[in-house]
């Protein structure tokens, strides 16, 4: 089983390829150019280094949010074209998800943060047991000490990665009960890798679907529906 | 042999896609419209706009290609509009056209999104060639164009500040009409006396060819606000042709002195603004009376589409123009400049 991995989610671009338990190919880059010029010169450079047809491909995986508005549309715009011209499913791979299978087997909580603003981080807890990755909590935008509450209440060591550490570092400093450890720099980001090997896990549990029906997780509505709701709300209670 | 181009155009609030042969046959031209979306909010909300644009842009790709009755074998190269517009829009019509001419194998084609306004015209025009001058005029933009040859423009002259369909929405929301404003404004107007009121037409001293509309919009404001001091009962109707035969007048004036100055025997109309029918018969009598040929789009051609990118797209490709795959979107794009 071939499965194509794409994540744009946050800062990091990274295109994976995985069959079945080997990674063939994997891309990663952090830097400031947009997922735009990178995402696909990155799966153009693994398709000629790994002389990959991509008509053999079962189907593509993308971390489909939460995560940068605009990031999760180019990966999602792309792997939809993809998924169209090439006539393949893709998978969607819920992000959080996708971080927290990084640390694949460990025996802590993994708790994956993603910077969300205003003091927030998209979140999850989960944990490693016989039959695989489970889910505690399922991936939400949270404030960060309401999210150190609910693990500090867990009384178990957690595991952070994601690009909420640095940002909320001090943050947990201060209000971590537990003990708590930050991932190191090969495991701490997205990985196009374990989204295309948690999306086979999908894909073999038929979670697949056509491409034309994929829709970036945003977990947030657009400024303008919040507001335009609030007031309604507002004028609802006047 | 004939040229194939499969167009596709997200840059504002239509996800649309196209099939096009030799620039000028359009097989197919699919428009999904967000517009009922963003009438709620009186205006394009770039993040709805973005996100529709994900959730619809398979679907208009594929009714495409199945309505023209193509294969994707007959399809030479994918043309999309990479500029300008609202950038979180574009960027979902630019990563789904590389992604398909990347795995189809087939030569990918920025095109600019004003230059597809302009080459609608070829599309229901077989004798139009350039050079000639060319208005556009829509919600977003306003450029007086000199178009050169096929893949060649010069801005001869542009808006100082709004846009003239910018205009025509606010001050339909300012007497009530809602947006979008155009056509609203469009209709009311054929029941007002364009001459009721006198309404400023701004010309710059600096750039002959240049126009501005805040003034005008102001002045629109000021008299309402005026009226309403007064108690005075506003006629929306010749407020709304009052103000539209000033801007028919700004922008009649301005092309047809350009296309006098630039020596073109021919003037075309494009973009949104040029459905406004009193606009097209305002132009159409000055240019002939000036001895120029007229041309404008159908109402279908003059709104966001992507035939009119296929067009474009066609000229750029028969030209040698290609895109790698990091082309990216480019929101305030100029008219001739290519990265």
Known sequence: MRILGVDSSGM??????????????????????????????????????????????????????????T????????VKGLGL????????????HGLAYNLWGNDKLICPIMDARRSQVYTGIYEFAKDGMQVFLDQSAMDIRALAEKLNAMGREVIFLGDGCPVYASVLAECMQVPYAFAPAHLNRQRASAVASLGAEYFKQGKQEPADDLIPIYLRKSQAEREREEKLAAEGQA | MSTTILSIESSCDETAAAIVVDGREVKSNIIYSQIELHKLYGGVVPEIASRKHVEKVNQVIRAAIEEAHVTWDDINAVAVTYGPGLVGALLVGVSAAKAVAYAKKKPLVGVHHIEGHIAANYIEHPDLEPPFMCMVASGGHSHLVYVKDYTTFEIVGRTRDDAAGEAFDKVARAIGLGYPGGSKIDKLAKEGNKEAIHFPRAFMEDAPYDFSFSGLKSAVLNYLNGCEMKHQEINRADVAASFQQAVVDVLTDNSVRAAKAYGCKKLALAGGVASNSSLRENMQRVASEQGLQFYYPSPIFCTDNAAMIGVAGYHNYMAGIRDGLDLNAIPNLKIGERR
């Open chain 1, 12 to 69: 990091v671009a990274s295109v994976a390829l995985v069959e079945d338990d080997l990674l063939v190919a994997e891309y990663s880059v952090n830097y400031k150019k947009t997922h735009s010029q990178t995402l696909l010169p990155m799966l153009d450079e693994i398709v000629k280094m790994t002389e990959l047809d991509l008509n053999t491909i079962d189907a593509i995986a993308v971390a489909a949010g939460p995560g940068s508005f």
């Open chain 1, 71 to 78: 990031g999760l549309r180019i990966g999602a715009a792309t």
């Open chain 1, 85 to 96: 011209a090439l006539e393949k499913p893709v998978i969607s791979v819920p992000t959080c």
